[in-house]
């Protein structure tokens, strides 16, 4: 800055500080690393003085992308007591994914968190999207549009249910010389949902027969549920049974004449 001598004498240097702004220009930038004049201008009572500026200032910088993604949703917590979630319908479905062209290719999930808790059957609810990641975390630096999505979740009245044992069913022997150890099967325990009268009198539930012929090693076979008409499964559930099968213990024999 250059000015008659006793003028430059007075100045406050932080009152200057104040009231230089400066700014880079990014309307023409390129993608990569480019180098950019950094511009400035002073306040009016400062403009008297000459200014020398020659400043620039390195920036990295890459394509914004755009990509659109379906939401999908998430429940936390359990309905009211009573109710039953079915389903939830998002409007809009899509949204699109605006960001850096390096962090919109990292999203992962796009998503809203739905609160049972809160949820009503056919109320709308407005729920921020959320971006994350592969490992479920938010990705900053990117948007979507809109923000905020509208949900609207499905309840029906609770199904009543029960716990009850499984019991696996065996057909067969196994192979001449080999028994059954033990077994058990997992889970042991299911929940089934369905007529309140049926529920009452139902303790165990079985199994598909599982074919016992011929074997002479230990096995695991998958199994389904034979479920009375009227009973379902809570939730889909897998079934398995081990089977511990060993040769059979040698017979004792005494020899001849033995007490």
Same mark, same amino acid.
């Given at each position: 800055?250059?000015?008659?001598?006793?003028?430059?004498?007075?100045?406050?240097? +932080?009152?200057?500080? %104040?009231?230089?702004?400066? $700014?880079?220009?990014?309307?023409?930038?390129? !993608?990569?690393?480019?180098?950019?004049?950094? %511009?400035?201008?002073? !306040? /009016?009572?400062?403009?008297?003085?000459? $200014?020398? $500026?020659?400043?620039?200032? #390195?920036?990295?910088?890459?394509?914004?992308? @755009?990509?659109?993604?379906?939401?999908?949703?998430?429940?936390?917590?359990? =309905?009211?007591?009573? +109710?039953?979630?079915?389903? !939830?319908?998002?409007?809009?479905?899509?949204?699109?994914?605006?960001?850096?062209?390096?962090?919109?290719?990292?999203?992962?999930?796009?998503?809203?968190?739905?609160?049972?808790?809160?949820?009503?059957?056919?109320?709308?609810?407005?729920?921020?999207?959320?971006?994350?990641?592969?490992?479920?975390? /938010?990705?900053?630096?990117?948007?979507?549009?809109?923000?905020?999505?509208?949900?609207?979740?499905?309840?029906? =009245?609770?199904?009543? $249910? @029960?716990?009850?044992?499984?019991?696996?069913?065996?057909?067969?022997?196994?192979?001449?010389?080999?028994?059954?150890?033990?077994?058990?099967?997992? =889970?042991?325990?299911?929940?089934?949902?369905?007529?309140?009268?049926?529920?009452?009198?139902?303790?165990?539930?079985?199994? #598909?027969?599982?074919?016992?012929?011929?074997?002479?090693?230990?096995?695991?076979?998958?199994?389904?549920?034979?479920? /009375?008409?009227?009973? %379902?499964?809570? %939730?889909?559930?897998?079934?398995?049974?081990?089977?511990?099968?060993? +040769?059979?213990?040698?017979?004792?024999?005494? =020899?001849?004449? !033995?007490?």
């Amino acid at each position: 800055m250059k000015g008659l001598a006793e003028e430059l004498t007075d100045l406050d240097d +932080a009152k200057i500080q %104040k009231s230089v702004f400066t $700014w880079v220009d990014l309307a023409e930038g390129q !993608a990569g690393v480019v180098s950019y004049p950094v %511009k400035f201008r002073v !306040a /009016p009572e400062f403009s008297r003085f000459e $200014w020398e $500026w020659d400043r620039r200032v #390195t920036i990295e910088t890459e394509p914004v992308l @755009r990509l659109e993604r379906a939401v999908s949703v998430l429940t936390t917590g359990s =309905p009211q007591e009573g +109710a039953d979630y079915n389903n !939830a319908s998002v409007t809009p479905s899509t949204v699109e994914i605006i960001g850096p062209e390096s962090q919109v290719q990292r999203v992962h999930t796009v998503r809203i968190l739905l609160d049972l808790k809160r949820a009503q059957s056919g109320v709308e609810l407005d729920v921020p999207v959320e971006i994350l990641d592969s490992s479920d975390r /938010p990705i900053q630096g990117v948007a979507a549009s809109p923000a905020k999505v509208v949900v609207k979740p499905v309840l029906s =009245p609770a199904t009543p $249910w @029960r716990e009850v044992f499984v019991a696996p069913k065996f057909i067969g022997i196994p192979k001449q010389g080999f028994r059954v150890v033990s077994y058990d099967i997992r =889970p042991d325990i299911v929940e089934l949902q369905g007529d309140r009268k049926l529920l009452r009198t139902q303790g165990t539930v079985s199994t #598909t027969p599982v074919e016992l012929d011929g074997l002479s090693s230990p096995v695991q076979r998958e199994v389904r549920l034979v479920l /009375p008409i009227g009973l %379902k499964l809570k %939730k889909p559930t897998r079934f398995f049974v081990r089977i511990l099968i060993e +040769a059979e213990p040698p017979i004792e024999t005494k =020899p001849t004449g !033995a007490p």
